[in-house]
């Protein structure tokens, strides 16, 4: 998932933008000479910006199938940890 322009008009008004590295090969490609630092988004609103973008191809009652299903994932690892740890 690409952070556009628009999509990232918050984070610079929140300070998390930073010069594009020169370096990197795909720079070139990146059309601006800032970049914008995804571990510096509140991590809720990380989450929503990856969900939507998620939802937009995928059909909502599929999503909430596979959300249900790392629900039950996870508390099968807790399951198996506990019992680890116990």
């Given at each position: 998932?690409?952070?556009?322009?628009?999509?990232?008009?918050?984070?610079?008004?929140?300070?998390?933008?930073?010069?594009?590295?020169?370096?990197?090969?795909?720079?070139?490609?990146?059309?601006?000479?800032?970049?914008?630092?995804?571990?510096?988004?509140?991590?809720r609103r990380l989450r929503s910006l990856v969900e939507r973008a998620i939802l937009k191809h995928l059909p909502k009652k599929k999503y909430e199938e596979l959300m249900e299903q790392e629900r039950e994932e996870q508390e099968e690892i807790r399951r198996l940890v506990d019992e680890i740890e116990t």
């Open positions: 998932m690409g952070c556009t322009w628009g999509s990232t008009a918050n984070a610079v008004a929140a300070k998390i933008t930073r010069p594009t590295k020169l370096s990197d090969t795909r720079a070139a490609r990146f059309g601006k000479s800032i970049s914008v630092e995804l571990d510096a988004i509140e991590p």
